[in-house]
């Protein structure tokens, strides 16, 4: 499909973006029933769903089913799904991941539940990135990175020159099949962009409006949002780019932030800290105000000396501090990194691995799985872990509907993660290694808390509603209800002596004098926590969302 420009003067909208992309009508099937499928296994669980594999009964094809989740269903089907499909449907490359058709499971007669689940799905994909790096099996070589680049670049161009953010780059998002095909997969948070398409020479060019900032996995998440930028670019997937294409280069992630403030500050290490040159204007983002960052170079020629001037040069224009100048995607693919020796591979030449997925890491290696996670929201919760069950589990059993079930909404039960299913695909080489990471980072609060998308346009692709109070529910660790009119969810703090979140009023207008009551409401939460309990027992029960603040602001002192 050819790329849509309306140029600089005229970003388009979202809905003549959706008409000048429509994608041949045979190219998505439409909606199948989920017995149109043999389900295989799961081989996902996101934020806002599990994803199963299964086998067309008709084609044969090998498919993934994303189960859309709702809390509650008197909220309906979650209106931030429906503008990822929207989006989906619209979207057609090679590096982008399809969908070809929903699917439904209408609850059976005995079912409490009344309406049905829904999925969607698309081609299936051997391996994410993330779970392919995490194979102590697998050893990528240059030219098998350069592919994969490219490739990643390539699917980007194409979303920045459709004015399309993505907003949640990372390695498990990439997917990679045993053609050697990489795929962007979940939209969950993108959006429409209303700025300027990048230009070649261009960098990412000037921001145009504002947006949440809070988005972006955190260990992928740019120092302009880390420091509370809003009126960003598509130059904050070039820096999750930067951090994929360095996690390849080493085999693990690069930046592994256990706050936000830790984060910027294991940024400052790797690129050097701001100055006026390298990142103008830095001094005065709101999150910058009360950073005073030690003096340091940088050292990222010397982590990565082993990987060739090349791979240096490219990793440097995509950290780039200052996102004005930081590379588009057109013009990294042109960097001589592609064109000198070794050449990349092609995608059919690359060697075949055994299947992997983030989740087969998750369950069985990262602590993540074990700690109480950060609040985690939005249009899907977390249906219950089919944890005993066999791989057909959560298919007509009522499932989807089910709350979170751990503490604090996380996707184990208090006592942890449960011992694998009888019977389900775990490669070898994930039962015997543990890498020395910290705990994979909790995704964007923007997820958790249903406000900050409240900045985002009305026509973003994960806009909140905004309308009216909660209707808490309380009860320590359970998620708060959101009003039946909207898709949010409140995780709930009741643990930590603070209510739910909040949301901000529906007037615009008001919105960001919200956000700032809001946060100072958020720094009341902090300061009863410190008082109400000594230091040990503040260790154990504060959520990690408390702790990272802490630690913040500890950073920021
Ligand atoms: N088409 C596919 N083929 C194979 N595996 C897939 C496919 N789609 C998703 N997965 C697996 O499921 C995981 C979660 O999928 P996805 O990222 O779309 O869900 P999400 O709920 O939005 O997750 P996140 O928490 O990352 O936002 C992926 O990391 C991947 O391992």
Redesign the pocket.
Known sequence: MKAVDAGPGAPMSPRSFAIAHQRPKSSFLGCSKITDYEILGK??E????E?HRAQSKKTKAHV?L?KIIMHNEKDGFPITALREIKLLKLLSHQNV?RLEDMAVEHPARTDKRKRPIMYMV????DH?LS?LLDNPTVHFTEPQIKCYLLQLLEGLRYLHENHILHR?MKA??L?INNKGILQI??F?LARHYEGPTPKPGGGGGEGRREYTSLVVTRWYRPPELLMSLKRYTTAIDMWGVGCVFGEMLLGKPILTGESDGHQLEIIFDLCGTPTEETMPGWKSLPGAEALSPRPRPGNLSQRFREKGSGAISLLRELLKLDWRARVNAHDALQHPYFRNAPLPAQPGDLPMFEES???DRRKFHDRKAALPPAPKGGTVGRGVLDSNSGPNSGFNTGEGFHGRNGANGSRYPRNGPPPPPPGERRPAWQRDRDRDLPPRPP?PHDYANGWDGAADHPDSYRGRGRDGPPRGRGGGGGAREAPADRDFYYPSYDREGGGGRREPPRDDRRRHDWDDRHHDWDRRRIDYDDRSRNSRTRSRSRSPVVRDRDRDRDYRR
């Open positions: 081989l996902g996101g934020t806002f769903g994803v993934a994303k991941l698309t081609p299936y994909m994410d779970g949640d498990a998002n997917l997969a979940d969950g997925h983030e989740f995704v």
